[in-house]
């Protein structure tokens, strides 16, 4: 099978169309058109000659996802596509437009996810492969396509769609340089979020990147007991060694960092734990380069109930007594499953071969 445009670098790209005899700028028209066209295939390009058109369709493809399905939440912002890979397998990508102000897409960086949180519907799935480059950035090249026929574009990218960005390292960060590429999609490095279940190599790898990218590390509990029996990567990387590697990623980058917390009714949202949390973090000092969001739970695997308003709301109070911002956010889209911890491929369509 040929190789996915998206999956082939600028190096490779050129030497291409060099071979060709090609003009040098050809290359910057084709990579524009990629992340900008809205073109459904190469022959679109009209731009190019015919020619050339049908050289890039013999050796590359257009893209290496394909639409299978797509549902829109009630809120009439909040779009979850199924995509199928070239394999047969699928994953999903959300859009989330905020008001008109911006739009952010959320993206799978793994078919299905191997860590097993306990509350997360891509964990039942187990791992079935990493994504390519080129399968991670398609995904908001078929955002952008669809923003592009209404004058809009993808502003903000948050890599918190099944799987765990940090375990398929290579081709994500090859995602993100394209994302950020100039002559790509040029988006800034700092509208594009990474979240990790707390990898601790790899955070303290991406700290070395030089990237100015966000990063939301997500702890779920303020203690091993209970992180273990929700989170299994726990018991490789405690809450401490999570902690301390935060603390090393913000020394390094100077960036502030997003500590994402799920609350599950009767399990982590007491005010103790919530003492505990706030201490924990403050004892890393600079209190003020970390944030706290505070997700009720969806619906979802485990049989999980969200706390009240009322004791989400002690829990954020009881965060700021520790100087430690805390926000409750609520996930949109909840209505189509499409919300934090309740993207899944549906049954039998994981595998299923083209
Ligand atoms: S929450 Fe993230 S890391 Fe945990 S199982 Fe789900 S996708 Fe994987």
Redesign the pocket.
């Known amino acids: 099978m040929n190789p996915s445009i998206t999956d082939v670098d600028a190096a490779t790209l050129a030497a291409w169309l060099a071979q060709r005899g090609e003009p040098a700028y050809r290359l910057k028209q084709i990579r524009r058109a990629i992340a900008h066209s809205t073109a459904a295939d190469f022959g679109g390009l009209t731009d190019l000659p015919l020619g050339l058109r049908g050289a890039l369709a013999e050796a590359f493809r257009w893209s290496s996802v394909e639409l299978a399905t797509e549902v829109a939440s009630a809120d009439g912002e909040t779009r979850k596509v199924l995509l199928r890979l070239h394999d047969g397998h699928h994953i999903e990508s959300v859009l989330m437009p905020h008001h008109g102000e911006r739009n952010s897409v959320c993206i799978s960086t ?1 078919a299905g ?5 306990a ?5 039942e799935m187990g791992l079935i492969r990493d994504l390519t480059r080129g399968e991670i950035v398609d995904q908001v090249r078929y955002w952008q396509r669809e923003l592009r026929s209404r004058d809009d574009r993808v502003s903000h990218v948050v890599y ?5 960005p940090l375990n398929n390292y290579g081709p994500v960060m090859g995602s993100v340089r394209a994302l950020t590429d100039p002559e790509l999609f040029g988006i800034s490095p700092r509208r594009i979020t990474i ?3 707390g990898i601790v190599p790899k955070i303290d790898a991406l700290a070395e990147e030089g990237l100015p990218i966000d990063l939301a590390v ?1 702890l779920h509990a303020a203690n091993d007991r209970t992180r273990a029996m929700i ?1 299994p ?1 726990n018991r490789k990387w405690g809450v401490d060694d999570v902690l301390d590697a935060s603390a090393r990623y913000v020394e390094k980058t100077k960036r502030r960092l997003t500590f994402e917390y799920i609350l599950l009714k009767g399990v982590n949202d007491s005010v103790a734990d919530a003492e505990r949390l706030g201490r924990r973090i403050a004892a890393r000092g600079r209190t003020s380069m970390y944030h706290v969001n505070l997700i009720p739970v969806n619906a979802g695997p485990g049989g999980f109930e969200r706390p009240s308003a009322e004791a989400m709301e002690l829990f954020a109070r009881t965060l700021e007594s520790h100087r430690i911002a805390a926000t409750v956010r609520i996930s949109k889209g909840q209505d189509i499953a499409a919300g ?2 309740q ?1 899944k491929v549906p049954e039998g369509r994981a595998a299923v071969p083209l």
């Open positions: 793994q996810c191997p860590m097993a949180c509350f997360c519907a891509t964990g918190m769609g099944m799987g765990e979240s990790t279940c997500s989170m990567v934090c911890g993207l």
